[in-house]
């Protein structure tokens, strides 16, 4: 059976957006000058409707009376190439985190740098990039550049607002004492109580997990670029498991191929330490500026509960 989730976060998010939009576009018209398009990062847990919601956006955006042409863009779309991801793999053979696409250090942040400062410079003709996850088996492989949308055409209006989305977007590097108090942290609540412990993070070496943070502090050049960030988080992150366990089976019984729920497990454990890193420093409010950040919590049925601005 098909999983139906009702649109209940646009209602809440469309209003705080359209403001952000015109404070935007009021400051760069103070200062005489043209505004740059107007970038919304959006987080959200796996499976707890973004989909739904960023379809809702674009609409409303690019629709009467807003009529403000849209792009979205996702973070799974920078994933490395194929062969990229294989010799990162096999330069840490021995680190779980990085054996397949996921986790920060697999995206190609360069690319995804470049494409957003020619939206920033309004060039013509750019192709946004995009991956296909069915290739080599389902380890993915970034599609021919040929198949990529193109924007910015000539006799198109330009892009005035990109929509940034994705599992990880958003997401800032700890220090280096805050990672390690949170592994310790880990490690302490399994061995205090194996049982009420659910995480992964304690089954990890420290030094994979720095990996990993070393490298999400490459992503702040993209992060850096948000105007605005949505954040729809969930009353308990291991929801995860059971929403990527319904949208599998519900994929299975669609196209009668798909995950084991074995498999969907062991890909939700992949990156399920990210949440458990970085999901108190969204919760915090990733900018310096109150205001400008929009949390959504939403229960086990993907329904808001509350709704913060920070």
Not at 125 to 138: A, M, Q, T, V
Not at 262 to 284: H, M, S, W
Request: hydrophobic residues 35%.
């Amino acid at each position: 059976m098909a999983i139906e989730i009702v649109d209940d976060k646009s209602e809440h998010c469309i209003p705080f957006i359209l403001d952000k939009i015109k404070a935007h576009c009021d400051y760069y018209k103070k200062e005489g000058k043209d505004a740059p398009p107007f970038f919304l990062g959006l987080n959200g847990i796996q499976g707890a409707g973004k989909t739904t919601l960023v379809s809702a956006l674009y609409n409303t955006l690019t629709s009467p009376p807003h009529n403000l042409p849209t792009v979205v863009f996702s973070i799974d779309d920078l994933y490395l190439t194929h062969s990229a991801q294989r010799k990162l793999a096999e330069s840490q053979p021995n680190n779980p985190l990085i054996q397949h696409r996921g986790q920060p250090s697999t995206h190609d942040i360069a690319l995804g740098k470049q494409i957003f400062s020619q939206l920033v410079a309004r060039e013509p003709n750019i192709r946004i990039p995009s991956y296909d996850k069915s290739l080599h088996d389902g380890q993915g492989d970034r599609a021919d550049p040929e198949t990529w949308e193109v924007i910015n055409k000539d006799g198109e209006p330009p892009i005035e607002v990109v929509i940034f989305e994705g599992w990880c977007v958003g997401f800032r590097s700890l220090s280096d004492k805050e990672l390690v108090q949170k592994w310790e942290g880990a490690k302490a609540a399994r061995i205090f109580d194996k049982e009420a412990y659910h995480g992964r993070l304690a089954s990890l070496e420290l030094e994979h997990v720095s990996f990993v943070n070393e490298a999400l502090r490459q992503y702040d050049a993209l992060t850096d670029y948000f105007g605005a960030l949505v954040h729809i988080d969930a009353v308990d992150t291991l929801f995860v498991y059971e929403w990527r366990l319904q949208q599998e089976r519900a994929l299975r019984e669609q196209k009668g191929k798909g995950m084991t729920d074995k498999q969907v497990i062991e890909f939700v454990n992949g990156y399920y330490p990210a949440y458990e890193l970085y999901t108190d420093v969204l919760r915090k409010g990733i900018f310096s500026q109150t205001g400008k950040q929009l949390r959504l919590i939403v229960d086990k049925q993907r329904k808001v509960e509350q709704v913060e601005l920070q």
